[in-house]
């Protein structure tokens, strides 16, 4: 299978502005870069921090851009977001029986679980006892099939004080559920960098956002320190034997170059069109 992954879009309304940019036209780009070199994907999923203040008029913009897509997509809320506003928007996707924006989807690659981390009165993430209880049972269902999750938030610290100060607070009770499973691969947005590793013998991977990141600085005391290097979307193939990330720096305007080594010399780059 071939899965796309978004995330931190935070959408404004149109003509609001986060950072001097408009997260709208970011979006676009993005949307536009898929529909034009993925539009065979299997799945796009969007890993929260949907819009940046839990507007409504974000979630309305969202929808109208989604509009585009081939593929189905599946949505994920982050700390950014707010549950009642994107639910009034987004009727139609699936819930858990508490209302958490939780679901399955079986496929022939696995099972993917999509988890809903949001604390609604802080940034930080939370995965309570009801959806531990919503995840053990998912888990078990899966019978040993391959499992991929998809959260917003991050279960373990990645060593930036900035975003550690507001990971998931349940990490280590969520991780106990998912030992003795099949965890292929976590997927999660939040840290705003590309990050690649282990956590319980699971791998995981995230990328930048869509609008703003977080700068690679490891000796700031306080605050959060944003830079606006290129914005990335990741291309995955999974499959029973390997899991393969790419991430894409779509708006990258760097001149490009074909190379033919086994052309004569004098002829082996050539400038590709931008």
């Avoid at 799945?43 to 109208?64: E, F, I, M, N, P």
Wanted: charged share 25%; hydrophobic share 40%.
């Amino acid at each position: 299978m071939k899965i796309i992954q978004i995330t931190d879009l935070h959408l404004l309304p149109p003509g609001d502005r986060v950072f001097d940019s408009d997260p709208g036209e970011r979006l676009q780009a993005c949307l536009d870069d898929v529909v034009t070199h993925h539009s065979d994907a299997d799945l796009c999923v969007l890993t929260g921090d949907l819009a940046h203040h839990g507007q409504r008029s974000a979630y309305v913009r969202l929808r109208k851009a989604l509009e585009v897509l081939p593929m189905p997509v599946r949505l994920l809320i982050g700390n950014h977001d707010d549950r009642d506003q994107f639910r009034e928007v987004f009727p139609e996707l699936p819930v858990d029986d508490n209302g958490f924006i939780q679901s399955v989807l079986d496929a022939p690659a696995g099972r993917f679980i999509f988890l809903d981390t949001n604390r609604s009165d802080s940034h930080a993430g939370s995965y309570c006892e009801a959806r531990r209880a919503w995840l053990d049972a998912r888990l078990r269902e899966a019978e040993g099939k391959s499992v991929y999750l998809f959260m917003h938030h991050h279960p373990l610290p990645v060593q930036l004080r900035a975003v550690d100060e507001i990971m998931l607070e349940d990490g280590e009770a969520l991780g106990e559920i998912l030992d003795g499973h099949n965890i292929r691969h976590l997927f999660f947005g939040h840290v705003h960098r590309p990050i690649a590793g282990t956590w319980r013998n699971i791998p995981f991977s995230t990328l930048r956002g869509l609008n703003h990141q977080t700068w690679l600085d490891f000796n700031l005391k306080r605050g959060i320190a944003c830079s606006m290097e290129p914005p990335a979307y990741a291309i995955a193939f999974v499959d029973d034997g390997a899991v393969v990330v790419h991430t894409h720096d779509f708006l990258d305007a760097s001149p490009k170059y074909f190379y033919d080594p086994d052309l004569p010399v004098e002829r082996q780059v050539v400038p590709m069109a931008r």
